[in-house]
Antibody, heavy 122, light 107 residues
C-alpha cells in the first residue's frame, strides 16, 4: 500500500524557517517525480514545487522561488521542503504528492499525504 | 500562468440527480485537464485525467469531457459519498501547474 506521511509542520514566526519531511512507503520511491502542494481556505490548492527521480531537476511556483528548496533522499525514501523567510501568506496545509506515472513528469497526483499545517504568525 | 475558473461555486443537488461542473481555462490547455475530489478532512483524490480518462478505481458515473478551454465533469447519478469539493487542474503549461478554485457539491 502506498503511503506518504508528512511531518515537521507547526507555528513559526514571520521570517523564520521550517523543514517539512515526507516519508514514502509501498512503492519504488526513486522512480517517481515528487511534489509539494499546499492548500489554504482563501487560495485553494496551489502547487509549490516538484523534483525528479534523482534530484537533478527542481521546479517551483514563482511565489516561493529563492525561499523554498525541495530535496529528496532516495536511500531514506524521503522528500523534504526547506522553507526559509516564511511569510504570513505561506500559512497552509502542505501535502506531499506522488506523480502518477513512473519515470516521467506527468504532473498528475495519484497519492497524497495526509497534510501538515504550517502557520506563520507572530 | 494559466488561470482556471470553475462554476458554479456551489451546486445544491439531491442523491440520484445529475451533477454538471464546469472548468474554463484562460488559454487552451489542449486535453491536459484533470479533476480531483476532496472530502472534508481528507486529501484530494484523482478522478479524471487528460479530460476524459478515469483514474484507477473511479466509478463509471464520473465522466469528463472537453478540450481547449472548456471542460465538464459529470456525475451521472449522485451517491451520498459524492458530496464533496471538486477541483480541476491543468498540466499543459507548467511550471506552474494550476488548479481551479473548486466547486462544492452539497446536498
Amino acid at each position: 500500500e502506498v503511503q506518504l506521511v508528512e511531518s515537521g509542520g507547526g507555528l513559526v514566526q514571520p521570517g523564520g524557517s521550517l523543514r517539512l519531511s515526507c516519508a514514502a512507503s509501498g512503492f519504488t520511491f526513486s522512480t517517481y517525480w515528487m511534489n509539494w502542494v499546499r492548500q489554504t481556505p482563501g487560495k485553494g490548492l496551489e502547487w509549490v514545487a516538484n523534483i525528479n527521480q534523482d534530484g537533478s531537476e527542481e521546479y517551483y511556483v514563482d511565489s516561493v522561488k529563492g525561499r523554498f528548496t525541495i530535496s529528496r533522499d532516495n536511500a531514506k525514501n524521503s522528500l523534504y521542503l526547506q522553507m526559509n523567510s516564511l511569510r504570513a501568506d505561506d500559512t497552509a496545509v502542505y501535502y506531499c504528492a506522488r506523480d502518477a506515472v513512473q519515470d516521467t513528469a506527468m504532473v498528475l497526483f495519484d497519492y497524497w499525504g495526509q497534510g501538515n499545517l504550517v502557520t506563520v504568525s507572530s | 500562468e494559466i488561470v482556471l475558473t470553475q462554476s458554479p461555486a456551489t451546486l445544491s443537488l439531491s442523491p440520484g440527480e445529475r451533477a454538471t461542473l464546469s472548468c474554463r481555462a484562460s488559454q487552451s490547455v489542449s486535453n491536459f485537464l484533470a479533476w480531483y475530489q476532496q472530502k472534508p478532512g481528507q486529501s484530494p483524490r484523482l478522478l479524471i485525467y487528460d479530460a476524459s480518462i478515469r483514474a484507477t478505481g473511479i466509478p463509471a458515473r464520473f465522466s469528463g469531457s472537453g478540450s481547449g478551454t472548456d471542460f465538464t465533469l459529470t456525475i451521472s447519478s449522485l451517491e451520498p459519498e459524492d458530496f464533496a469539493v471538486y477541483y480541476c487542474q491543468q498540466r499543459f503549461n507548467w511550471p506552474p501547474t494550476t488548479f481551479g478554485q473548486g466547486t462544492k457539491v452539497e446536498i
